[in-house]
């Protein structure tokens, strides 16, 4: 079974601090995304990558950050939190090009900003 | 805007009624298309999926969902819901070539004993 794993399922973070959620998968997806999802508006995505050391902005990408340094990890940063940050964070992965595009996703980090 | 619009955010039925929820894309051309499931305090998976070949598709769980290409829709059904059917319902879109889904809101569907 494919799967994503997220470094934590909760987070109380402050006001400023910069925050890392870290995302790990072990079937060789060369495709990741992290999407944040708040009642109301379904899933949007953040940032997605598809291959190591490539990024792309999704939807939303403002105040935020990625990193992929190997294939199977890639790590949201938020640069200063701030509290419409406050959400639930999900990770995901997928095949490249001419695939499926069926996408995993991890447990998801609620995170809260105060 | 591309957008996926999904018709009801919240539904509320009775264990053994069908359940259809609507999902409608304004992309062009081919698309590939999903539902997703969340499960409370579970992670999202996938129900079904299309991508060619007959326009109803079936999933796990009893569920099925019809493509309409003239409609632009992907409406998801199950005849006969049971409490475990309790989750949030996400319609998810890409054209065809592209590696990102466009979610729709989703619907959280409910049902009673």
């Known amino acids: 079974d494919v799967k994503v794993t997220q470094s934590s399922r909760y987070l109380v973070k402050r006001t400023g601090e910069k925050v890392f959620l870290e995302c790990v998968q072990d079937?060789?997806?060369?495709?990741m995304f992290w999407y944040r999802q708040d009642p109301g508006l379904g899933l949007r995505l953040i940032y997605f990558s598809y291959d190591v050391k490539m990024k792309e902005k999704g939807d939303i990408p403002e105040g935020y950050s990625v990193s992929r340094e190997k294939k199977e990890r890639f790590s949201l940063i938020l640069e200063s939190a701030s509290t419409n940050q406050t959400s639930m964070y999900l990770c995901?992965?997928?095949f490249g090009t001419g695939s499926s595009y069926e996408q995993y996703f991890g447990p998801g980090t609620r995170l809260t900003v105060t | 805007a591309q957008s996926v619009s999904q018709h009801n955010h919240h539904v509320i039925l009775s264990e053994a009624a069908s359940l259809e929820l609507g999902c409608n894309y304004s992309?062009?051309?081919?698309?590939?298309l999903f539902w997703y499931v969340q499960y409370p305090g579970q992670h999202l998976q996938l129900l079904l999926k299309y991508f060619s070949g007959d326009p109803l598709v079936k999933g796990i769980k009893g569920f099925e969902a019809e493509f309409i290409k003239s409609k632009f829709s992907f409406n998801l059904r199950k005849p006969s819901v049971q409490w475990s059917d309790t989750a949030e319902y996400f319609c998810a879109v890409t054209p065809l070539g592209w590696g990102k889904l466009q979610f729709g809101a989703g619907t959280q569907v409910v049902v009673t004993p």
């Open positions: 995901a992965s997928s």
């Open positions: 079937m060789d997806h060369e495709n």
């Open positions: 992309y062009g051309g081919t698309v590939n």
